[in-house]
């Protein structure tokens, strides 16, 4: 470990032929050793924290003065997945005495599929894939005026019509 940090527990018994719970109780009782989990993160401006806290501020607002305010919220968000096997980095641990405060860099324009899902109150969007290599402003645009927006009115449509039915 102290040459290969990186190592997994269950390489290490792999490769020393004892089992996987001695290695980890020699690695934290023995060696004092802890996992570090990897982070990834997107490098921030100066003003992107006041713009966090401007924006945190603009919705407790809006949920104060509207009850209703959070009901017509839908929460998106897309994910890459790169078809290369890039290390999952949430099984992915650093083994050490102190922790190492690594990130972890991937190289770019690796083949990869961009996925788009959605979430309201009371509806889950099926996910979208994206047919581009590089999904840009255009192509999310693109997404959510042919994909996204009918499934939201028919959705909006249907809840209203639930209402009405009892």
């Known amino acids: 470990m102290i040459l290969s940090p990186h190592t997994s527990v269950r390489r290490l018994s792999l490769q020393v032929q004892i089992p996987s719970s001695t290695v980890h ?12 989990k990897i982070q990834v993160v997107q490098h921030l401006q100066g003003n992107d924290y006041t713009a966090r806290v401007d924006g945190c501020n603009l919705v407790i607002e809006k949920i104060e003065n ?5 009901s017509n919220v839908i929460f998106s968000d897309e994910a890459t997945f790169h078809i290369s096997g890039r ?7 650093i083994w050490g005495e102190e922790n190492p405060h690594e990130l ?8 990869k599929v961009t996925v788009w899902c959605a ?3 009371n509806h889950l969007y099926r996910p979208f894939i994206f047919n581009e290599r590089t999904v840009n402003g255009q192509s999310y645009l693109l997404m959510l005026q042919k994909f996204f927006c009918s499934r939201a009115i028919s959705s909006t449509r249907a809840s209203t019509a639930s209402l009405f039915s009892t």
């Open 66 to 70: 509207d009850n209703r305010f959070l």
């Open 87 to 93: 290390v999952n980095r949430h099984n992915c641990r």
């Open 104 to 111: 972890y860099e991937h190289k770019r324009d690796s083949p």
């Open 25 to 36: 109780q020699i690695l934290r009782k023995h060696l004092k050793f802890r996992a570090y």
């Open 119 to 121: 979430l309201a109150r």
